[in-house]
């Protein structure tokens, strides 16, 4: 009896395994990314980092991350996870060594952790440029290298950055946020070329303004004018995208630098 396209598919997913940083609250990107691929059948490690977490201004409980571990497990996925601060220079080591033991080597990497404050040109200062970039592209970096450097298939690997549009226009008042994440687009090109001869695409997603929690009533009054579609964008939007990029029928999208952000218009 021949397999059905469903048995295939199955089979093909039961040993790919996804890595997402920055997965720490219920209402996040990261969380939709997780949930996104759990169902689609990948094996799930995440991070978080609650301390950051804890300074933020949206709400935030303890207990988050270990909700949404348990959430995964109940899709039939195997799920892991660690809390990990990306700014200590051995953390991408760290993970790798830690995806490995548990689940096995990674085929999935999506850098989604970021550090983000309100700053610009007169309160910038040089202690909080360097936690932004820190994280935002010294880990993106050699967590990156650090995928590349174990993954040893012939085809499949997959990168995706998560970015924030900067070369859309301009983001007054996230000077070191933005100077950060435009860093991030450059690391996107040069490491595709790098990559490619690996079978490892890499491409960057900015999903534009997101209601993850951080946005009051006036801010979304503020937004919604400026999305055709009438609506603030959602974590599951840019969750779906990511989807479609770590398949088999994106194999040949890499480089790229892509707007999933329902038209915004700033």
Same mark, same amino acid.
């Given at each position: ?88 220079? %051995? @953390?991408?080591?760290?993970? $790798? ?5 548990? #689940? /096995?080597?990674?085929?999935?990497? *999506? +850098? ?72 991030? %687009? @450059?690391?996107?090109?040069? $490491? ?5 001869? #690996? /079978?490892?695409?890499?491409?960057? *997603? +900015? ?60």
């Amino acid at each position: 009896m021949r397999p059905s396209m469903e048995d295939i598919l199955v089979n093909h997913l039961k040993e790919k395994i996804a890595i997402i940083t920055g997965a720490s609250r219920l209402k996040g990107i990261g969380a939709a990314i997780c949930r996104e691929l759990a169902e689609t059948g990948y094996h799930i490690f995440f991070t978080y980092w609650t301390d950051y977490d804890k300074e933020m201004p949206w709400d935030f409980e303890l207990d988050e991350p270990m909700i949404l571990k348990e959430e995964l497990g109940q899709k039939g996925i195997r799920v892991s996870c660690m809390e990990l601060d990306l700014s200590h220079p %051995d @953390a991408p080591e760290k993970l $790798l060594n830690r995806v490995i033991k548990e #689940l /096995g080597h990674p085929h999935i990497l *999506i +850098n989604n952790a970021a550090f983000s404050t309100n700053t610009d040109f007169s309160t910038l200062t040089a202690e909080e440029l360097d936690k932004h970039y820190i994280v935002n592209v010294r880990a993106t970096t050699l967590l990156s290298i650090q995928f590349a450097q174990q993954f040893n298939k012939n085809r499949g690997g997959r990168i995706v950055n998560l970015t924030s549009g900067q070369f859309q226009g301009p983001m007054p008042g996230e000077l070191a946020y933005a100077t950060t994440k435009g860093a991030v %687009d @450059a690391l996107t090109i040069t $490491l595709s070329a790098e990559l490619a001869s #690996l /079978g490892i695409t890499v491409n960057a *997603i +900015n999903p534009g303004p997101t209601d993850t929690g951080w946005m009051t009533e006036p801010i979304k009054s503020q937004l919604k004018p400026l999305f055709p579609f009438g609506r603030i964008g959602e974590p599951k939007d840019v969750a779906k995208t990511i989807k479609f990029l770590v398949s088999n029928e994106a194999d040949w999208i890499t480089g790229q630098i892509i707007h999933s952000e329902g038209g915004f218009k700033r």
